[in-house]
Structures are given as structure tokens and as C-alpha cells.
């Protein structure tokens, strides 16, 4: 018998969805809303009040497994403290891909249905298996051609929002296993993606990120991510454009240019380094060497005054040496990062990594280094950010009540600085003039001039 739902609405479902890992994520979970919306599920943001909780997993952090695996347990258990009948309970996203296998043979892992990132459209369907059957219905197969240019997400109302321009990934790090969990790149096209952007301005959203596993591989027919760019900055109502992420070996002198020529796309740009050794570099499959990768960091400076870099850094991968990651350090304090996101590795099952390389770099010494790392950056960003006192600036409000203050707002420069000021009567989605009058290594403070 089909179940019922939990607020006696019949065999309307009531849904919960809880998001970890990227943005791209964030985004698919909007996909999957805006499907499940038309099939008349209704989303809810309490989990408690769902016949149908979904977890939209990551297999990239640490312990991403183990945590999914307490989540599942403590929602099975919260209904049982209730006395009532348990939710159906289904994994989406990259750990269901990834860890497929190890998913529909534990018994002990409650759950009753899964779905892979190209899988989605699908999702009515299995939960309605689910629930009639008892089985454990899956979906993970990868496809070649799905972008979901024909469903428009489900957004919450905001100033910024996620727009994914393709999907997968063609690079083969060897750390990676988002090659194997999301599928091969597959771009859509750029009137899509315009359309898309002018529904957004319609909503009054004033800026948009545009995502995907290496934005920079974008191909449609004869367009590229330099036209993507261009073409999204013309869509009138949209006051900032966003990008993640890029990868080293192959960003276009073009994008670059339009960084540089077009106010709407910000000066900040995110270029992960992964570790600053060659030998390490090319084990890990990167393509790119220490001094391309300085080459190409020192020319985007060079083309664009004021521009604003961050990175992801990977620490302690299989074989690093001590002087391999004085490398790293050295291209730290070269470059300059505005900011890093610092990592200590860990391996990733089904990876080229995981198959080949031992991760033989004890634990206590990737918590050195990554405390050293994060030590340097830590100065590094407050000497960048001290730049910008007694500067005016230009930034996009995106909260009108700071979460440690009530008296303060947040907005955002191009640079992707952070920016608290006092109060004014200005609103979500201004774009105001602020005084920078302080900074710390995270964040800075300044006044609003002007009207």
C-alpha cells in the first residue's frame, strides 16, 4: 500500500531537502525542487514535517561517507522519538554515484531510494516505487548529453544566483572523482543560458555565478566561455557576473580580456594551484608546471589592475616531501592569494589516487603543514586587505543584519571582499559606495558615502 502522508493531505508527498558539498549542489537541488514542484510535491524546510527526506551528497570532503551514514541514522531516529512512521529517506548527488555498490548492499544503511546527478528527472518516479513497493529503486546512470536546460531551478529569492553552464568533467585529476560521479562535459547553449539570466533579472536578482567543473572547457557548437561572458552581461537588471571554476592549464587569453574589459564581470578570479612541485603536480595529473602556472598568475595581474585571486590548495598528497612543500609555500608568498582554501588530503575510493598511489604521508605532518599554510595565508590576506583602507569602493549589499551585529549590514566588492558597514536605509541588491575605514584578514569595515 502506497503510504500516506504525514499531515493527511492524501498521497500528496511532502518533501525536505538538505544540501552538502558545492555549489553545483546547491544548484542541482534547485533542479530538483523545480521537478518535484511539477509533479505537485510540496517542499518543506522542516524536516520534521516531510514524508520524504533527500540528502543531496558530496563525495569530495573528508568523511563525507561517515557523515551521510549518521545523518540517515539520526532522521530514522528522530521520527521513532515521535512515534511516527519513518520518512522515506533517499540519497542524490555525487556520493551516490560514487559509492553506489557499497549504498544498495548495506542493510543497515535505512535508505529507499537513490538517485546519480543526471538522474533527476526520474526522482518522481522512484520515490513512488519506493513508497509502493518497499524496494530500493536507483537510478545512476551517467549521461552524455543531459544539461537541464529545460528545467528552470527553484530558487530562494536572493541577490546572488547559481547558474550551471555545463556539466561534468573531462580532466582525470587524479585525486578526482568528480569525472566518474557527474560524467563527461556537456555545455549548453549560450541562448539558454541568456534566457535563463533574463528570467533571474525579471526576479530582480542583481548578480549571477555562472558554474561548472572547469568553466573554461565550456564549448557550444562555436561558442565559447569568453562569449558566455559577453553575452550575459548585456541582460539588462544584472549588475555583477561571477565564475567558478577555472582550471590552469587551459584558461583563455579571451576570458581574461573580458575580465579585464567589461565592468560587469568581477575582478576576482579563482584559479585552483593544488601544490606548488612539479613531480607532485604531475602525479596528481594537473598538466600545468610551478612556473606555468606563476606565468599565468603573474599575466592576469599584469592584464587586470586590482585583480583579486583565490585557490584551493591540497596538502600532504601521496609521496610529498618536506621540500616538495616548501614548493607550495614559495608559490604562496609569490603569488599572493587574496584566499586559499587549504585541504589536507585524503583518499577518494574509485579515484586514479586511490587505485595507485599510497596515502602514505602521516596525518600529523598534513596538520603541519596545513597549519602552516593557513598561518601564511592568514597574513598574506590581512596585508591585501589593509591595502584597501581609506579606499572607496563599489559593493552589492547581501544581508541587511550582519550575523554578529544588528547594527551592521554586509555587501560584497567586486574583489569578493566582504565589506560590514553601519546601517543606512539602503537595501538587498544596492549597489552602494562604502569608505573602507578597517580590515581583518576575512572581512572589511567602512562607511557608506554618498546617498
Known amino acids: 500500500m502506497e503510504r500516506k502522508s504525514n499531515n493527511n493531505n492524501g498521497n500528496r508527498k511532502i518533501v525536505y531537502i538538505e544540501t552538502y558539498g558545492c555549489q553545483m549542489n546547491e544548484y542541482d537541488t534547485e533542479l530538483v525542487k523545480a521537478i518535484l514542484a511539477k509533479k505537485e510535491y510540496e517542499i518543506v524546510k ?21 557523515k551521510v551514514y549518521g545523518r540517515v541514522h539520526s532522521l530514522r531516529h ?7 512512521e519513518p520518512p522515506l529517506i533517499g540519497l542524490l548527488g555525487c556520493m551516490a554515484t560514487n559509492l553506489r555498490k557499497d549504498l544498495l548492499e548495506d542493510r543497515s544503511l535505512k535508505i529507499d531510494f537513490i538517485a546519480g546527478p543526471d538522474s533527476y528527472k526520474r526522482l518522481p518516479q522512484l520515490i513512488k516505487q519506493a513508497g509502493v513497493s518497499g524496494a ?16 528552470y531551478p527553484r530558487r530562494e529569492k536572493g541577490v546572488n544566483a547559481w547558474i550551471a553552464v555545463m556539466r561534468g568533467c573531462n580532466n582525470f585529476c587524479t585525486f578526482c572523482v568528480v569525472p566518474y560521479t557527474r560524467g563527461r562535459e556537456r555545455s549548453r547553449s549560450v541562448d539558454n543560458i541568456v534566457e535563463e539570466t533574463k528570467r533571474l533579472a525579471d526576479e530582480g536578482f542583481k548578480q549571477v555565478t555562472l558554474l561548472g567543473q572547469n568553466v573554461n572547457s565550456y564549448r557550444h557548437e562555436n561558442d565559447t566561455f569568453a562569449d ?3 553575452a550575459v552581461s548585456k541582460v539588462k537588471g544584472i549588475e ?40 607532485v603536480l604531475e602525479k596528481m595529473n594537473r598538466t600545468y608546471t610551478k612556473e606555468e602556472f606563476l606565468d599565468l598568475a603573474s599575466g592576469m595581474k599584469a592584464r587586470i589592475p586590482g585583480l583579486a585571486l583565490s585557490t584551493d590548495i591540497i596538502v600532504g598528497f601521496s609521496g610529498e616531501t618536506d621540500e616538495e612543500f616548501e614548493d607550495t609555500i614559495a608559490v604562496m608568498k609569490e603569488v599572493e592569494f587574496d584566499s586559499a582554501f587549504i585541504f589536507k588530503y585524503s583518499e577518494r575510493k574509485n579515484t586514479v589516487a586511490y587505485k595507485k598511489f599510497p596515502d602514505d604521508v602521516p596525518d600529523e605532518v598534513k596538520t603541519e603543514r596545513t ?21 572607496d569602493v563599489e559593493a552589492l549589499i547581501e544581508q541587511e543584519e550582519a550575523n554578529k551585529s544588528k547594527d ?44
Open 408 to 451: 551592521c549590514m554586509v555587501a560584497r566588492t567586486d574583489t569578493n571582499k566582504l565589506i560590514t558597514f553601519p546601517k543606512t536605509g539602503r537595501k538587498t541588491g544596492d549597489l552602494i559606495r562604502i569608505r573602507v575605514t578597517g580590515a581583518t584578514p576575512h572581512a572589511l569595515k567602512g562607511e557608506q558615502i554618498g546617498p
Open 78 to 84: 528522530a521520527r521513532k522519538e515521535r512515534a511516527e
Open 228 to 230: 558566455i561572458l559577453a
Open 136 to 151: 530500493k529503486p536507483y537510478d545512476l546512470t551517467l549521461s552524455e548529453f543531459e544539461t537541464y536546460e529545460d528545467v
Open 46 to 66: 522542516n524536516e520534521l514535517e516531510a514524508d520524504v527526506v533527500m540528502l543531496n551528497t558530496c563525495a569530495i570532503r573528508e568523511h563525507a561517507h561517515r
Open 371 to 391: 597549519v602552516r599554510l593557513n598561518d601564511l595565508q592568514q597574513e598574506i590576506s590581512l596585508k591585501k586587505n589593509r591595502a584597501y583602507v581609506g579606499r
Open 240 to 279: 555583477r557576473i561571477r565564475f567558478t571554476s577555472p582550471h590552469p592549464k587551459d584558461f583563455p587569453k579571451e576570458v581574461i580580456d573580458v575580465v579585464a574589459g567589461n565592468p560587469k564581470v568581477c575582478n576576482h578570479i579563482h584559479l585552483p594551484l593544488q601544490a606548488g612541485n612539479d613531480r
